[in-house]
């Protein structure tokens, strides 16, 4: 059971957009720390998608966006490509648990 | 260019010991906390381990507290994961990533560390 919660999977048609949310608590988002979320393509180490809740690294195309509500964060995705198709986790500091605490990842699919 | 390497990973038995190397490139190491990340076959990411630029911070998840160990030598750009004591649920892919501001925004390629008999 991870700290922070994520739908297992979603999906959308190339071009539409999608999103996907990060549940936490207040020992967590609600606390006011930063949401980062990681793009992991199959058999490939994990990148950096969105750091500090809504920040692009340069190379990440500004089809990705991130938002921090409350207890909750979503990262959306418009224009779908079928690159996309990957898996993708919410990222965290905890304070209860003292560490960073990831959420369970969603595997997005582009139909 | 930032660089991560992982190596040290391989087949061990339960019981037994692994140490795990990270070796940095392309920035200036000393300056940077690291962390060490695992994926279980199939599963998702689980933070292990963290050491801050100097060595005065260190943490773990309950899951390896007392059984693993984070160092690293600044000299040498390098942070190890020493892993004793190791089960089947440790069999995992272990990343090294360094920390920025709280995001993971460099990782290495991954070793994979099996444990079974």
């Known amino acids: 059971q991870s700290v922070l919660t994520q739908p297992p999977s979603v999906s959308g048609a190339p071009g539409q957009r999608v999103t996907i949310s990060c549940t936490g608590s207040?020992?967590?988002?609600?606390?006011?720390?930063?949401v980062h979320w990681y793009q992991q393509l199959p058999g490939t180490a994990p990148k950096l998608l969105i750091y500090g809740n809504t920040n692009r690294p340069s190379e990440v195309p500004d089809r990705f966006s991130g938002s921090k509500s409350g207890t909750s964060a979503s990262l959306a995705i418009t224009g779908l490509q079928a690159e996309d198709e990957a898996d993708y986790y919410c990222q965290s500091y905890d304070s209860s648990l003292s560490n960073s605490v990831f959420g369970g990842g969603t595997k997005l699919t582009v139909l | 260019e930032v660089q991560l390497v992982e190596s040290g990973g391989g087949l061990v038995q339960p019981g037994g010991s692994l140490r795990l190397s990270c070796a940095a490139s392309g920035f200036t190491f000393n300056k940077y906390s690291m962390n060490w990340v695992r994926q279980a076959p199939g599963k998702g990411l689980e933070w292990v381990s963290y050491?801050?630029?100097?060595?005065?911070?260190?943490k773990y998840s309950d899951s390896v507290k007392g059984r693993f160990t984070i160092s690293r030598d600044n000299a040498k750009n390098l942070v190890y994961l020493q892993m004793n004591s190791l089960r089947a649920e440790d069999t995992a892919v272990y990343y090294c990533a360094r920390e920025d501001t709280g995001e993971f925004d460099h990782w290495g390629q991954g070793a994979l560390v099996t444990v079974s008999s």
């Open positions: 207040s020992s967590n988002i609600g606390a006011g720390y930063d």
């Open positions: 050491i801050s630029s100097s060595s005065v911070t260190i």
